[in-house]
């Protein structure tokens, strides 16, 4: 059903972010889907280091690419 999104910041916590996209959606496509909802959100800094992200599936399958924070 959609993608979670785990990006650490420099205040040391992690933000998780719920993406909706299709199973087959990039990587690449999620982190930055999340990364600038972040940053538009004026949270502190998140690290903008693909690497660092944690990203997993949840459900089965949508279409369209929304994010939420949490």
Not at 33 to 45: K, M, N, Q, T, Y
Not at 52 to 60: L, V
């Amino acid at each position: 059903m959609f993608w979670m999104v785990a990006l650490l910041a420099l205040d040391g916590r992690q933000y998780v972010y719920r993406v909706y996209a299709p199973r087959a959606a990039l990587p690449a496509d999620l982190f930055w889907a999340a990364f600038h909802c972040h940053d538009e959100s004026g949270g502190p800094r998140v690290s903008d280091l693909f690497d660092s992200a944690q990203i997993w599936w949840i459900g089965d399958e949508t279409a369209e690419l929304t994010v939420h924070q949490y």
